[in-house]
């Protein structure tokens, strides 16, 4: 049975990298995984076009060999393949910048300084400012993701 996940090819990751040089500066240093979701997620009875998770111990552990410093992964990134795959790097770029900024390094915890922040009313203003061309891009990329499923639900109904 094929996973759910695959890790995303390296141009993505090199996009991730790139956004984060230019909008994120103080998470230069997080480690950070992401990796496609291959099937469609809802929530809310919205597709779920990308989602952040922090790390627990578990899958800092299973993931220690995979980075330089043999400690794991802070946060992995889900981005849903077929929706990314599908729109256009200013959407991608906006995709990946509102995951980026649920996530918060406190440099005075030492023991535990990776966080999960929800919007709060300074990234809310933040994104509508670098998104006034197009403040509802989300909206848009959900209904083009509505599309995508809906194709891909008939393309495999006609392979029968």
Not at 39 to 62: A, E, F, Y
Not at 65 to 78: A, S
Not at 106 to 131: G, I, R, W
């Given at each position: 049975?094929?996973?759910?996940?695959?890790?995303v090819p390296d141009d993505?990751?090199k996009?991730?990298?790139?956004?984060?040089?230019?909008?994120?500066?103080?998470?230069?240093?997080?480690?950070?995984?992401?990796?496609?979701?291959?099937?469609?997620?809802?929530?809310?009875?919205?597709?779920?076009?990308?989602?952040?998770?922090?790390?627990?111990?578990?899958?800092?552990?299973?993931?220690?060999n995979?980075?330089y410093d043999?400690?794991?992964y802070?946060?992995?990134?889900?981005l849903?393949?077929?929706?990314?795959?599908n729109i256009?790097?200013?959407?991608?770029?906006?995709?990946?910048?509102?995951?980026l900024?649920?996530?918060?390094?406190?440099?005075?915890?030492?023991?535990?300084?990776?966080?999960?922040?929800?919007?709060?009313?300074?990234?809310?203003?933040?994104?509508?400012?670098?998104n006034?061309?197009?403040?509802?891009?989300?909206?848009r990329?959900?209904?083009?993701a509505?599309?995508?499923y809906?194709?891909d639900?008939e393309?495999s109904?006609d392979?029968?």
């Amino acid at each position: 049975m094929p996973s759910r996940y695959e890790d995303v090819p390296d141009d993505v990751a090199k996009f991730v990298r790139e956004t984060i040089d230019k909008f994120f500066s103080e998470l230069i240093n997080v480690k950070l995984k992401v990796l496609f979701d291959t099937r469609k997620r809802m929530s809310k009875g919205k597709p779920v076009i990308g989602r952040i998770q922090k790390t627990n111990d578990l899958t800092r552990h299973l993931t220690k060999n995979d980075v330089y410093d043999n400690e794991g992964y802070d946060y992995i990134i889900y981005l849903d393949k077929l929706i990314f795959t599908n729109i256009d790097e200013k959407d991608k770029e906006r995709l990946i910048r509102r995951q980026l900024r649920h996530i918060f390094v406190d440099p005075e915890n030492p023991k535990n300084p990776y966080k999960l922040l929800s919007f709060d009313v300074e990234d809310f203003y933040a994104e509508l400012e670098l998104n006034k061309d197009d403040i509802r891009w989300a909206e848009r990329v959900m209904e083009v993701a509505l599309a995508l499923y809906d194709e891909d639900k008939e393309n495999s109904q006609d392979a029968f």
